[in-house]
């Protein structure tokens, strides 16, 4: 079964690349007017300064934001999946256990889920901001490069063999923003734009699949 899934990432893979070579992302700016954050010309917080989850341009993702979308489209959402011979029970796992360069360890941080894997990151010795560089199963890799990329791909495409997380993403009509993430590279494995990015791409890529059935 293994091998069968194996397959399909890679092949799923090899596609996804080649139409994110072609896709053209523009990511919403998100600008400040007399203290209210707006995006595409809406405000993106209420009058109590609680994150707005949709609106009819945009979806903004995040975990403890009160919309089913934001929720299912975090990397903090339980969606378990295999990744390089590994078992996840979320993206986020992921991207906190790469802070780890014990390998062992790492692999310990799999199984968190939600705020619990975001918050597994003070349990690492290792600051990984202090060399831009980051662990998978104890090879060195830079944060800020083209191998880095390459792995971050194969993750999400890892991740949408769960059906789940397959359709949430399929099924997005609007673009998907995170207004809460980091914008730099050397504050965060995983940027803001970055997130944006991969998710746009990847619901773009699923109905680029359906339309050449």
Avoid at 144 to 171: F, H, T, W
């Amino acid at each position: 079964m293994y091998n069968v899934i194996n397959k399909k990432i890679k092949q799923e893979l090899l596609a996804y690349h080649q139409f994110k070579e072609n896709f053209e992302f523009k990511p919403l700016d998100i600008i400040d007017v007399n203290g209210i954050q707006y995006c595409d010309g809406l405000p993106i917080q209420d009058k109590e300064g609680k994150y707005i989850p949709e609106c009819e341009r945009w979806i903004n993702v995040g975990y403890k934001i009160k919309g089913s979308l934001s929720k299912l489209l975090s990397n903090l959402y339980p969606y378990e999946f295999d990744f390089k011979k590994f078992h996840l029970r979320s993206i986020e796992a992921f991207f906190q256990g790469i802070k780890f360069n014990d390998p062992i360890v790492q692999q310990s941080v799999f199984v968190y889920y939600g705020t619990d894997a975001y918050h597994i990151q003070l349990a690492s010795g290792y600051d990984w901001k202090e060399t831009g560089t980051i662990y998978w199963q104890g090879q060195a890799i830079k944060r800020d490069s083209k191998e880095y990329d390459l792995l971050v791909d194969e993750l999400y495409i890892s991740a949408l063999q769960n059906p789940l997380y397959r359709q949430v993403i399929k099924g997005t009509t609007k673009p998907i923003i995170h207004s809460i993430g980091k914008l730099s590279k050397i504050e965060t494995v995983f940027t803001r734009y970055e997130f944006e990015k991969q998710l746009n791409s990847l619901s773009a890529f699923l109905k680029h699949l359906d339309e050449d059935i």
